[in-house]
């Protein structure tokens, strides 16, 4: 029934290291996105896309990129990993029509560097 | 500015009581309001929207524009209720971003 699948759960990386992060929607969605979540501050958008190989800033992009190749895959980057990074990552998706439906989100991926 | 702002960042309730989880949205469109729940160790979930005025597991959610509220109710809170909530706004077509308060705990004591 899983079908935002986010790759890991838990990764520890070392300071200054390219960092991967996957996630993978078996749902046909047009859209997708990466937030990071940090106790006090919710969920903030890093980085969205709503079409392969489209992809859009969101309010705290600095320090990430991102890749969307297949419709089916959203990889969010951290170009060179830093401590402030720290955080768990929440990848979701949604289908693109003029009703809003809603997310469906993954499990989340708890980032530690060190 | 957009904004969503949940004033309460813990809200603790006996089991049987009424529950009311808070939240201020700032927007110059037509809002579309959503709450999310996660449950200790589960993903972040779709409790309800604003436009289907919907009640899922006992929650309503009232769209109060005058007020720029969508407070989250419950009569009778229950200790599976426990959980962080969040309240969200969407702007744009297709849900093209969505913002997420700060997120309140709900505890609710046996």
């Known amino acids: 029934d899983v079908k935002v699948t986010q790759s890991s759960r838990y990764l520890v990386k070392r300071t200054g290291e390219k960092v991967f992060l996957e996630c993978v929607q078996d749902m046909d969605h047009e859209n997708m996105f990466w937030y990071r979540q940090d106790p006090g501050l919710g969920l903030r958008l890093i980085y969205f896309?709503?079409?392969?190989?489209?992809?859009e800033k969101g309010d705290i992009p600095e320090g990430y990129s991102v890749s969307r190749e297949k419709k089916e895959r959203f990889s969010l980057i951290l170009e060179s990993a830093s401590t402030n990074q720290t955080s768990m990552y929440l990848c979701?998706?949604?289908?693109?029509?003029?009703?809003?439906?809603?997310?469906?989100f993954g499990s989340g991926t708890r980032l530690t560097v060190v | 500015a957009q904004r969503v702002t949940q004033p309460e960042k813990l809200l603790s309730v006996f089991k049987g009581a009424p529950v009311e989880l808070k939240c201020n949205y700032s927007y110059s469109g037509s809002p579309e309001l959503f709450w999310y729940v996660q449950y200790s160790r589960q993903r972040l979930q779709l409790l309800l929207r604003h436009i289907s005025r919907e009640s899922i597991k006992g929650f309503t959610a009232d769209l109060n524009k005058g007020e720029t509220s969508f407070h989250l109710k419950k009569p009778f809170a229950q200790e599976e209720d426990s959980a962080m909530y969040y309240c969200a706004l969407s702007v744009g077509t297709g849900g093209f971003k969505t913002i997420f308060g700060a997120g309140t705990r709900l505890f609710v004591k046996a």
């Open positions: 896309s709503y079409d392969v190989k489209m992809k």
């Open positions: 979701a998706s949604s289908p693109f029509r003029t009703g809003n439906y809603g997310y469906t």
